[in-house]
């Protein structure tokens, strides 16, 4: 029992210790795996014809531009309902590269029959510093019938 006691009172001065931070090194990325990376298999838009087009994974990023998706990765994306029951959708990005990348990102949402429940959002831009992240955030206006959501990424338009 007094071994427990000592065991616990360790355990707790050391989480009640000030903690160090800790440097992380700079970013690498590995572009390859990020573009080998399969798609999750859930609901997705295809074409009306057969093989027309790639399918668009729903609940995902969609990078709209070859050269960006070279220079950044998705490190998270995100969603939540609010208290208002609209869907607020978060992505993370992370630039790869040693010079300041800007892109613009924007969000559809759908119901269940991938019907979109209004317009897409504006596209809104996002400045990643080098080797730095970003977030790019979206709001439904939609609420109990938003199903699924798109993220459409592409190079910052002037």
């Given at each position: 029992?007094r071994t427990?006691?000592?065991?616990?009172i360790?355990?707790?001065a050391?989480?009640?210790?000030?903690?160090?931070?800790?440097e992380?090194r700079?970013?690498k990325?590995?572009?390859?795996?990020?573009?080998?990376?399969?798609?999750?298999?859930g609901?997705?838009l295809?074409?009306n014809?057969p093989?027309a087009?790639?399918?668009?994974d729903?609940?995902?990023?969609q990078?709209t531009?070859k050269?960006?998706a070279n220079r950044?990765?998705v490190e998270?994306m995100?969603?939540?309902r609010?208290?208002t029951?609209?869907?607020?959708?978060?992505?993370?990005?992370?630039n790869?590269?040693?010079?300041?990348?800007?892109l613009?990102?924007?969000?559809?949402f759908m119901?269940?029959?991938?019907?979109?429940?209004?317009?897409?959002t504006?596209?809104k831009?996002?400045i990643?510093?080098?080797?730095?992240?970003?977030v790019?955030?979206g709001?439904?206006?939609?609420r109990?019938?938003?199903?699924?959501y798109l993220?459409?990424v592409?190079?910052s338009?002037?």
């Open positions: 029992m427990y006691l000592l065991a616990a360790a355990a707790g050391l989480l009640a210790a000030p903690s160090q931070a800790r992380n700079p970013v990325c590995d572009m390859g795996d990020a573009k080998r990376s399969l798609s999750a298999g609901p997705a295809v074409a014809v093989s087009m790639t399918p668009i729903l609940n995902a990023v990078m531009d050269k960006l950044v990765v998270g995100f969603a939540r609010t208290d029951n609209s869907v607020e959708v978060i992505t993370r990005f992370v790869c590269t040693k010079k300041t990348v800007e613009d990102a924007r969000s559809s119901d269940e029959n991938q019907v979109p429940t209004e317009d897409s504006y596209w831009k996002v990643l510093a080098p080797k730095a992240t970003g790019y955030r709001l439904s206006i939609g109990d019938e938003v199903k699924y993220v459409e592409r190079t338009q002037p």
